[in-house]
């Protein structure tokens, strides 16, 4: 034991001088744009509840209404005795979400978009064939690369790392590619940098090379789309090559994830998604309060609060002239402000908490060495004056660095 303690010492202190040791900050009141930590009120610009659903009012009571129908656990694994016809009822109204993109689309709920990422990943390159080769966008978010790898440790799947604003390369390894199943697997909106992913070429590419393309569209479904149905409604994209993963613990407002493909895919991934078969099913008062807020997403209040977001983005681009800093061409509300080094961007976040506001700072390995930033955040539920005053402080600390 005490090799364990000495060297974890060791190394907790090696990530102190590196700047990079992570906290966790207790917030003590319910996810919005003015929280408290510790008694102080700060104005929070980091989370992904961009349409300000975690507390809306009709989710609170479905969540107590699903408890008081359906109960609070589900009791056992999905193809134990977990999967209730609640499941099944949230099920069929995601897989309507995608139907216009994905032929004979069905879905499968999974407790988190982590672990619906590493499923599909998994399962999916667990045939039997001549060879599994994966292609994963440079950016993706961790638990893609997390399921990428492995896929490569269990089913010998061999990875090309490929850059999304460069399909040259993917093109010309895919050219040569004899493999019988090939993945492509791309963030729908890169979740550090705010831009999407462009999908149309990706599709055209996996068509070309008969291939298949998984979209994680963890911050795009509930934004994009008419209906918010995500970056494939948004694209007008169709084809059964198309695997899509949205979340639903950021604009949907609650938590849980789920997968979306042809059915003969998710039929498969019934049999071999280990972290489906082998964890408890989840709440079936969730599942029933997310039925309310995909109802909330696709109606008015989803299209008003879109059009908020839109408005409130629109608005932070024309205020965020940095004359030094730099800023990414991010259309979404995933706004990032380009630093550099973990020192200063340390100490920038310091300065807005002191100020009175929550805006991240993002450091390796989450991002690239030298490319820390603060990563801002904007939701419907952000009004134009608080976003104008965070530009006034962001614009007032340049001119001090
Ligand atoms: C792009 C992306 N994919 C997947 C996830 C994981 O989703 P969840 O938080 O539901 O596990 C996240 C969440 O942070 C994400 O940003």
Not at 130 to 151: M, P, T
Request: hydrophobic share 40%; net charge negative.
């Amino acid at each position: 034991m005490s090799f364990v303690k000495n060297q974890i010492i060791r190394e907790l202190t090696e990530l102190d001088t590196q700047l990079l040791r992570r906290k966790i900050r207790s917030v003590d009141t319910p996810c919005g744009t003015r929280i408290q930590i510790g008694g102080r009120e700060l104005q929070a610009f980091c989370s992904n509840d961009y349409l300000g659903l975690a507390n809306h009012p009709d989710l609170i009571t479905a969540l107590s209404e699903g408890a008081q129908q359906f109960g609070v656990g589900s009791g056992a694994s999905h193809l134990i005795s977990g999967h209730q016809t609640i499941h099944d009822a949230l099920e069929e109204k995601l897989a309507q979400t995608q139907a216009l993109s994905i032929p004979k689309a069905k879905a499968l709920f999974f407790s988190t978009g982590y672990l619906a990422n590493i499923s599909a990943i998994t399962a999916l390159s667990n045939l039997k064939s001549n060879a599994s080769k994966i292609y994963s966008a440079r950016l993706n978010h961790a638990s893609l690369i997390d399921g990428v790898r492995l896929a490569k440790e269990q089913n010998n799947a061999t990875v090309l790392i490929f850059d999304h604003h460069n399909l040259g390369v993917l093109e010309d390894e895919l050219k040569e590619d004899s493999s019988q199943f090939k993945l492509i697997i791309t963030d729908g909106v890169f979740s550090m940098d705010g831009d999407l992913a462009p999908l149309d070429p990706l599709l055209q590419l996996a068509e070309r090379y008969d291939a298949l393309l998984m979209v994680d569209d963890a911050h795009g479904f509930g934004v994009l789309g008419r209906h918010g149905y995500g970056i494939l409604e948004d694209s007008g994209l169709c084809s059964e090559r198309l695997i899509y993963i949205g979340t639903l613990g950021k604009a949907a407002g609650l938590s849980g994830a789920f997968v979306c493909a042809n059915e003969l895919l998710i039929e498969w991934l019934i049999q071999k998604a280990r972290p489906y078969i082998y964890s408890t099913a989840s709440s079936p008062a969730l599942a029933y309060a997310l039925i309310r807020s995909l109802e909330l997403i696709e109606g008015p209040v989803g299209q008003e609060r879109r059009e908020s977001l839109r408005s409130n983005i629109a608005l932070w681009k024309q205020l965020a002239q940095f004359t030094h800093w730099h800023l990414l061409d991010s259309d979404t509300a995933i706004q990032p402000i380009m630093i550099g080094s973990n020192e200063t961007v340390l100490q920038l976040a310091k300065d807005l908490d002191l100020a009175g506001y929550w805006v991240p700072a993002i450091r390796p390995p989450t991002v690239p060495v030298g490319m820390s930033r603060l990563r801002m955040t904007l939701s419907a539920s952000h009004t134009h004056d608080e976003i104008s005053a965070l530009a006034n402080i962001l614009l007032h600390l340049e001119l001090l660095n």
